[in-house]
Structure formats: structure tokens, C-alpha cells
């Protein structure tokens, strides 16, 4: 249940981050602005699970919380911080 809420989360994101990008600078950075979302999010998880592959048994921390629901909780938070710097507009100039 978990790993199919932050799955919609990620759905709404770059919906967001297509709709704000197309608004902005046209339908290519719109594209390039759902690419980058998922080539952060497909690395981002493959790292996480790796990580953790070494740190707890393949049950994890229960029958909610498996070592994939976790690796996805840790790349959620992680992605969080990551794209409220990124796109964020009012700290000055964007780091892109």
C-alpha cells in the first residue's frame, strides 16, 4: 500500500513539474522537466535499495514497511528536499 501512494505521488509530481514548466518555457521544457523527474526517480530508487540491501533483511520493518517501501519512503524524502530547491523560484535564480 505504501510503495502505490508515494507511486501516486510521484504521478502528481510531475504532473506539476510538466504543468509548470510547460506554462513557463513551452511544451519541450515541459518534456525535458518529466524526464528528469524520472531519470532522478528510477537512479534515485536503485541507489536507495542498494543501500539498504546492507542494512536490514529483505521482511524490513514489518508487513507494511518491507525494505522496498522503505528505499521508496527514503527516495520520497530525499526527492522532496531535492525538488523544493530545485524548483523553487523565490531563493533567486534556479540551479539549472
Not at 72 to 81: P, R
Amino acid at each position: 500500500m505504501i510503495p502505490l501512494i508515494i507511486f501516486y505521488l510521484h504521478i502528481i509530481g510531475i504532473t506539476a513539474a510538466f504543468t509548470n514548466e510547460y506554462q513557463k518555457d513551452g511544451l519541450s521544457a515541459g518534456i525535458l522537466s518529466v524526464g528528469f523527474v524520472v531519470l532522478i526517480f528510477s537512479v534515485g530508487w536503485s541507489i536507495s535499495s542498494f543501500f539498504l540491501k546492507y542494512l536490514m533483511g529483505e521482511a524490513g520493518l514489518g508487513l507494511w514497511m518491507n525494505r522496498d517501501s522503505l528505499s521508496l519512503l527514503l527516495l520520497t524524502i530525499a526527492e522532496g528536499f531535492f525538488y523544493v530547491l530545485y524548483f523553487n523560484e523565490s531563493s533567486g535564480t534556479p540551479a539549472r
